[in-house]
């Protein structure tokens, strides 16, 4: 008896235990990488591929210097910029239940700036003074972003203009507005300097883009870690009158995130200009706003504002560049994956939708109820058993009696 | 879908319903006066061209398609949703229609069927996600959007042209030119020469005439104002909300596709570049003709003023001489915002008023 009772719960917890996964915010970003990964190594299988998808190699580059080259390297170093949106999204989308569609033209105003500063001072200037010029234009373009994501943030917190509305304006204008800074010329930075930020510096086999995706993180991590930001972002999200009633500003938190947003876009800026030491104005990060809310909604996490899971999103952010991968190792041409982008989203949408999710639980429940009423029967019969065993015991005691 | 609380408080749906029409007529009014200013003082300080009647129909000719996409948009907006792909839909439209009169020699009457059948298929199919299945509809929409971007690439990435070789009939459609009646100019020579529409804008005019018809009179148009005034209260009223959000998309799907063939008869080509951010014009368009995207308020004559608007600025800016394209959307993002900042200020102040 007891040895099933034990059993009983040990496979309670164990369903209990997968109840957990599934309806952990982590699972479906995690199950998709899964997901690709063994379609990957089914492709090596089947394709019977020279080289893995997955290997990494150490390999001399046109500089001299060795470095790593490798899928994995590829889809770390290119999904730098992505994770760095999808925080700042996620913090926008949290606390003002919209998206911010201008991020792309915002990265095209920052790498404009930059390049503006940088192409300002002779080429040939020495190592001191050059690091002096890269900061500085680092900073102005910080400055500059930030500005622009308080611009976004003020039309949605003081003048309640909904986030995709307000951003529009920018989205419109802000490719244009980075040409006029620029008056519209191609610029490009021959000093080889400039390009350490995108691709990598001598002597190190790692990206540059992917430690500095890491030092934002972290510091990302640490804000959220030690402020109150999550929770007053979260609250603003889930019901912005309440929260102001608890002494939150909301207006003020919702103007914070924007600025955020306006960092990560700068610092997003930074990197796509010095991978390639210029700029198209009209194609730098194009659509990757929309790449950057798919992250945010790959990551399970509401686009109608409220809780919010970072690490869900950033992982949402790798997914989606391993996808876009994965498709150029298939040989998909570069303008027909979005097709196949579509696909993926489809199956996203009707994995996480309200209308799935309370029909399993529906399907759940009618089990649990049909498991109940299953046991009482189960026990009345037992009960039933007993009664008969009972009389039958008693009709024999009283046989026994008789006899005696 | 966050449920609207800027409207008004107040329990009553019929109350909100009134307040809510009359916010409508406010936003037209502004957006009018607007334009009438803009098109009056640019007769009146840039004489070239603006005074000239074939102008005005230039502009409505340029912008046939991209009228249809806004009121369509707008239905949608009305009901609290948003549709992203129609830009992209327009693009796959042309795209199949030229292919399929240039490499099928197809007739022109089944291109017409293939667009309709196009815009028809995304409006029901992303209907269905967003009404029944529940889904965001900026999400439902994103995914039409890369799955038309995509099938367009699929079908031809090159430049598909319509000459007057490979399709007689349709070159012949598309430069049916509809002489306006006693509007028209005398140019130098003393010629007087008639100001004249295309075929896309009788079609697109009577578009706005039959969705202004349905959104101010017919029990449907009134569902749309109560489904994205507040779901919830619409529902309590017995109205079938999901059904009403299914509508909105048909609807405005059968827009995108209305709208893409009169891009393809104005263009009369297909290309991949087609249409490249339409969707965000006609949502533009929309809210400078008074919609707001949290639902409940919008009305189809000022999307039709919004359309002009756009244009007509951005006709403006060309005219000054100030040729470099980034003027243009510099100063249609400078007038979003003012009309934006203008809509969200007197719509404050209103319900201020009303407390």
Known sequence: MSTNDLTISSKKSFKSFLGKVVHNQLFIPLVALLL????????????????????????????GSKILTGNLITIIDNASELALLAVGMTLVTSAAGGQDISVGATIAIAGSTVLRIVKGYSPDISGGKFAVVIICSFLLCVVVSAAFGAFNGALVAFFKIQPM?????????????????????????NDERFGYFGNFIPGIAIPTPVFITAICLIIIALVLKFTNLRLYAQSVGINSSSSRLNGINPKIIKLITFIILGICVAVCGFIKVSRTSSITYAVIANNIEMDAILAV??????????????????????VIQFLTTTLFRMKVSSSAISAYKAVVVILLIIMSSPFIRRWLDDRKSRREAARVTKAEAALEAAVEVAGDVAADVTADVNAGKESV | MSVNTNVLGGNKLKL??????????????????????????AVIFLKKGFLKPQMFFNI????????????????????????ISVGQVTSLVCMSCAVYLVNYHGSVLGSLLIALGIGLAFGVVQGFLVAYLEFQPFIVTLAGLFFAKGLTTIISSDRVSITKDNCPAFDKLCKTEIVVPFLGSVNKK???????VEIGVIVALLVVIILFCVLKWS????????????????????????????IAHVLCGLCAGIGGYLFFLHAASGSPLHAQGAEMNAIASSIIGGTLLSGGVGNIAGTLVGVLSLSTIKNIVTSLGLEDAWWTNITVGGMLCIFLLVQSIVLARRHRNKK
């Open chain 1, 36 to 63: 690709l990964v063994l379609f990957n190594l089914a492709a090596d299988w089947f394709l019977h591929a020279d080289t893995s998808f997955f290997q990494i190699v150490l390999k001399p580059s046109s500089t």
């Open chain 1, 165 to 189: 509305v307000a951003t529009l304006i920018l989205f419109t204008a802000g490719r244009s507005i980075a040409a006029w800074i620029n008056n519209n010329d191609n610029i490009s930075i």
């Open chain 1, 297 to 318: 909604a790959l990551g399970g996490n509401n686009l109608g504002g409220g809780k919010f899971n970072m690490t869900s999103s950033v992982i949402g952010a790798y």
């Open chain 2, 16 to 41: 909100r319903r009134r307040a809510s029409l009359s916010d409508t007529n406010l936003l037209l009014i502004i957006t009018c006066i607007v334009f009438v200013a803009m098109y009056a003082s």
């Open chain 2, 60 to 83: 409505l000719n340029e912008n046939a398609s991209l009228i249809v996409l806004s009121c369509g948009m707008t239905l949608v907006m009305i009901t609290g949703g948003i549709d």
């Open chain 2, 190 to 196: 003393g010629i007087y020469i008639p100001a004249y």
């Open chain 2, 219 to 246: 029990k449907l148009g009134r569902n749309f104002y109560a489904v994205g005034g507040n779901n919830q209260s619409a529902n309590m009223l017995g109205i079938n909300v999901k059904l009403t959000k299914f």
